[in-house]
């Protein structure tokens, strides 16, 4: 005679305690994504402030170079006088700093009455903008190109 095997039937699927776990568990990773998640939006507007500031102060920084250029080709020798007088006008905005500078043997910056260095700061919330205009053109030189 033929012995016929026999099948052991094993339900399928998962035990209720599994599936509480997994709950469990998955209702923790999910609260601590959501505070993360949450923090992120929030702050995320500082960034567009920040970039925002950072365009508009690259937009003033372009201003005054195109005046320093058209200030250099029409009297060279009182360009950088001119810049801070349009500054001191306004016509630039305000917080920008401007200050003739100079440098020594050793590289190092330093600040002097008037000179041929005219140090341009425009503040920003990100970073600010700097740039150093400097009077080493002579009359007689070709014009500037903007």
């Given at each position: 005679?033929?012995?016929?095997?026999?099948?052991?039937?094993?339900?399928?699927?998962?035990t209720l305690v599994e599936i509480i776990i997994t709950l469990v568990?998955?209702?923790?990773?999910?609260?601590?994504?959501?505070?993360?998640?949450?923090?992120?939006?929030?702050?995320?507007?500082?960034?567009?402030?920040?970039?925002?500031?950072?365009?508009?102060?690259?937009?003033?920084?372009?201003?005054?170079?195109?005046?320093?250029?058209?200030?250099?080709n029409a009297n060279p020798a009182g360009a950088l006088a001119q810049?801070?007088?349009?500054?001191?006008?306004?016509?630039?905005?305000?917080?920008?700093?401007?200050?003739?500078?100079?440098?020594?043997?050793?590289?190092?910056?330093?600040?002097?009455?008037s000179g041929n260095n005219l140090l341009v700061t425009i503040p920003?919330?990100?970073?600010?903008?700097?740039?150093?205009?400097?009077?080493?053109?002579?009359?007689?030189?070709?014009?500037?190109?903007?």
């Open positions: 005679m033929k012995v016929l095997p026999v099948k052991i039937h094993r339900q399928q699927g998962f568990v998955s209702g923790i990773l999910g609260a601590i994504f959501i505070n993360l998640l949450g923090t992120a939006l929030n702050d995320s507007w500082n960034t567009v402030e920040r970039v925002r500031d950072e365009v508009d102060a690259v937009g003033v920084m372009e201003k005054i170079i195109a005046d320093y250029v058209t200030e250099m810049i801070i007088t349009y500054n001191g006008a306004g016509d630039y905005g305000t917080g920008i700093s401007m200050q003739y500078v100079e440098f020594d043997a050793g590289g190092n910056l330093y600040a002097v009455g920003s919330s990100g970073k600010n903008i700097i740039n150093l205009l400097t009077n080493s053109r002579a009359a007689s030189d070709p014009e500037i190109r903007y």
